[in-house]
Antibody, heavy 119, light 107 residues
Framework: QLHLQESGPGLVKPSETLSLTCTVSGGSISSNNHYWGWIRQPPGKGLEWIGSIYFSGSTYYNPSLKSRVTVSVDTSKNQFSLNLTSVTAADTAVYYC???????????WGQGTLVTVSS | DIQMTQSPSSVSASVGDRVTITCRASQGIYSWLGWYQQKPGKAPKLLIFAASNLQSGVPSRFSGSGSGTDFTLTINSLQPEDFATYYCQQTNTFPLTFGGGTKVEIK
């Protein structure tokens, strides 16, 4: 059974960098035909795709965040990570990691982690 | 970006009702559309992919239809566990985008 788990600080100061890691268990992050993505959801609001990565390192980002986002993968640890720089209160959200197939539907999700941006 | 517009934003229904949710894309996306269910405090769950294909393990009372710009999610015989918020997602073009959500509430 595939399991994804987000980890990282729950509180980040404005202008600093938000860093999260997603640990994948029950399956290999290097499997063919799967992409690994980050999606966020501000409190009480809808879903926003942040970016996705293939195990080879190919990345796809939301242009609205592209200048601040880096998604990376560590196949040796079966993990992928999100870095979001220069955060503001608008970046406060529940951050989800998720797996998608070739057609980018997210079929497995982590439980989500709330990150609050506040001084 | 492709904008996804869902309607209604909320609907009140009773157990046993049929509920229909609509999703409209700002440009044609063929059948590259998925539907998700999200319960409070939980991650979204994929229900439908490619507009009309039921994800494994999803009850058959859920169905999807449409192509191009107009899509529908139908829940036949609404069950207590179906009260949730539903989102559509287009996967035709990056950036991947979601609709604003439709909350299905108990009447």
């Amino acid at each position: 059974q595939l399991h994804l788990q987000e980890s990282g600080p729950g509180l980040v100061k404005p202008s600093e960098t938000l860093s999260l890691t997603c640990t994948v268990s029950g399956g290999s992050i290097s499997s063919n035909n799967h992409y690994w993505g980050w999606i966020r959801q501000p409190p009480g609001k809808g879903l926003e795709w942040i970016g996705s990565i293939y195990f080879s390192g190919s990345t796809y980002y939301n242009p609205s965040l592209k200048s601040r986002v880096t998604v990376s993968v560590d196949t040796s640890k079966n993990q992928f990570s999100l870095n979001l720089t220069s955060v503001t209160a608008a970046d406060t959200a529940v951050y989800y990691c998720a797996r998608s197939g070739n057609y980018y539907y997210f079929d497995h999700w982590g439980q989500g982690t709330l990150v609050t941006v506040s001084s | 970006d492709i904008q996804m517009t869902q309607s209604p934003s909320s609907v009140s229904a009773s157990v046993g009702d049929r509920v229909t949710i609509t999703c409209r894309a700002s440009q044609g996306i063929y059948s590259w559309l998925g539907w998700y269910q999200q319960k409070p405090g939980k991650a979204p769950k994929l229900l439908i992919f490619a507009a009309s294909n039921l994800q494994s393990g999803v009850p058959s009372r859920f169905s999807g239809s449409g192509s191009g710009t107009d899509f529908t999610l139908t829940i036949n015989s609404l069950q207590p566990e179906d009260f949730a918020t539903y989102y559509c997602q287009q996967t035709n073009t990056f950036p991947l985008t979601f609709g604003g959500g439709t909350k299905v509430e108990i009447k």
